[in-house]
Every structure is written in C-alpha cells, then in structure tokens.
C-alpha cells in the first residue's frame, strides 16, 4: 500500500508516517519504481503498534526504544508508565491546589494575582533563607490564602521556616484549621507534627480544638505533646493524662508542669491532676527523677490536698526525693507563710 491508501486506514496521517520513517520507528519495506513508500501488511501493523503505545503516553522515543530493546521488557514499560503518571497526577494535582488558593482569596486585580503566584514561586525555593525571607517580607497588603499557608507548613522540613510560616497562618484573617486537619490525619508523622503545631499556635479559631483533641490519641509522642500543651493553655481537662504522663517521661515536662497548674485553678480539674500526681508517686519502681520531677510538679498546684502530698514527700524513704521536696516546701512557706 502506498502512503495515502495508508493513512486513510490508520488515520495517522501521511506526514506523521513520514516523521515515522524518518525516525526509524516505522520505514515501509520498499519503494514502488517511481520512489514511492510502499508499505507491507507487517509495516501496517507497527503502526499500530507505534499508535497503541502512544495512547499509553509514550513519546517517540521510548516507544523506539520498547520496539527495538530486547531488554526493554512489558512489565518494566509498564512500570514506567505508572510512575510518569503518577508524576504527572502529583504536578496537576499540586497545580490544581494553587488554583484553588488564588480562587479562595477572591483577589482583586490581575496584580494581586501576580502577587500570589511570586509567593508560590519563592515558597517553593530550595534555598530555605530564601522561603523564610518570602514569608516575613511580605507586604501587609497582599491577602494570602490560608488554604496556601497551611500547605506551606505542612511541606516545610526547615524549622525556622515553618515558624515563621505558623505565624504567618495565625496572623491571617482566614480559617487555616480547616486546612491543617487533614495533614493532622496524615500517614507522614512529620506533617502531623507540623500540623499540630501550627493549629497550636492558632488559639481560639474555629476548629481547632476538635483537632487538638483528636491528636492526643496520635500514635506519636510528640505530636500528642503538642497538642496536650496547648489544649492545656485552652482550658481543656482532657490534656490532663498526656501532661502528666509528660512530667513522668521528663519530655517538656517544665512547661507540661506549668501547664498542669494553670488548669488547676478549676477546683475539679485540681482534685484530678494532683490524685493523678500521686498515684505516680506510689507506683512501685519508680525511680528518683521521675519523683523528683512529680514532686516539682505539685509546687504549681494549688490547694491544701499537693501541700498534703509534698509534706509527707519531707519524710520520703529516697533521701534525694525527701531533700528537694523539703527545699520546695520551704520556698513555698516563705512566699505564703499562712498557706496549708
């Protein structure tokens, strides 16, 4: 068959086989007297062949390479293919997402527009001095999406970075709880670690409680630290367990202490964190600096029950444990002498 007869029964057309020939990928196997192409039954079929590949995403190249390479085997063209789609899903995906934050920050004008985008673009910089820089000079008057902020930190592995990009998210006038949430649920550990965090340093916003919360039953120690510190700094009785688990382990267990004597000022709450504090005192085998830490931590609470405690801590069998609380017990007598 000749080159038109074989375009009207493939539909590719007369130039593509062309560019096939001159390719190598498809050359008819012979010419008629006038130097015509002349294509054979065998050559209509690699075509296609060549076409069938082309659907799949293939460009010329490769599919010469899966005609031509006896190593080039099905399952590893196969395995090709699903990782250039899986590549190109993630880059639509990640620009489908960037649309949707300009479209969220309803801007104004074609300037603000172009605003965002160059934020986009230095966000994405591999120079971390650079995203950090992007971040705190931004104008005051250029709205960010929060929906953008938020994936910024869920992203960010500099931690200087990702701090500045939490106050960024706390400071903008949208909701970025709502955006945070489904990083707090994701398979990455250090994306939920950055999602709590930043939802940590949103106090108050919608939503962010119920995050906070659900994070404290997070596989991750340090993600259910996070949010038990700040659920504690918000009032909420149910960081009570993980705080004082925080003084027993010695992690952040200063400031999971000081916590724990804020939320002690509520009567109920003060009657539960110091029986919590000395059921951990009277397990057996604890060992002297988890109680010494125990014992510091009763010095944030109030009321007559943690003096109680911390007196008999005075007379402890463990000489080091005895020392620290009598030490402690003395400061608090001399900054209320009249106190239980």
């Known amino acids: 068959m000749l080159i038109g007869e074989v375009a009207r029964r493939s539909g590719v057309s007369a130039r593509m086989l062309r560019h096939y020939d001159a390719l190598g990928l498809v050359r008819p196997t012979g010419r008629t007297t006038g130097g015509y192409r002349e294509y054979s039954a065998e050559d209509v079929r690699r075509i296609f062949h060549v076409e069938s590949l082309r659907s799949l995403g293939l460009s010329l190249k490769q599919i010469g390479r899966a005609l031509e390479d006896p190593a080039f085997t099905p399952s590893a063209l196969v395995g090709d293919l699903i990782r250039w789609t899986e590549d190109r899903l993630a880059r639509e995906r990640e620009l ?21 985008i160059e934020l986009m673009r230095e966000l994405d910089s591999a120079s971390a001095a650079r995203r ?31 701090g500045a990009l939490r106050w960024a998210l706390a400071r903008s006038d949208a909701d970025g709880a709502e955006a945070l949430a489904t990083g707090a649920r994701s398979e990455d550990v250090g994306v939920r670690r950055r999602a709590v965090q930043a939802v940590a340093a949103m106090p108050g916003a919608p939503g962010t409680s119920a995050v906070l919360e659900e994070a404290l039953g997070d596989p991750d120690a340090a993600v259910r630290r996070h949010s038990a510190l700040a659920l504690g700094r918000q009032g909420a009785a149910a960081a009570v367990p993980e705080l004082v688990a925080m003084v027993v382990e010695g992690a952040n267990d200063v400031e999971a202490a000081e916590v724990l004597g804020v939320l002690s000022r509520d ?52 000489s080091a444990v005895a020392l620290v609380a009598s030490a402690l017990r003395g400061v608090l007598e001399d900054q209320d002498p009249e106190a239980p």
């Open 132 to 162: 950090n820089q992007a971040v705190l000079a931004r104008p005051e008057d250029v709205p960010v999406p929060a929906e953008l902020l938020a994936q910024a930190v869920l992203n960010e592995p500099d931690p200087n970075v990702a």
């Open 96 to 116: 489908l997402g960037r649309l949707r934050a300009i479209d969220t920050s309803a801007p104004a004008d074609w300037q603000e527009v172009l605003r965002i």
């Open 267 to 318: 009567a109920g709450c003060a009657e539960r964190i110091t029986a919590a504090i000395a059921d951990e005192l009277a397990t057996p085998g604890a060992d002297t600096a988890t109680r010494i830490r125990l014992t510091q931590a009763l010095v944030e609470l109030p009321g007559a029950a943690a003096r109680e405690i911390l007196r008999g801590l005075t007379h402890d069998d463990d």
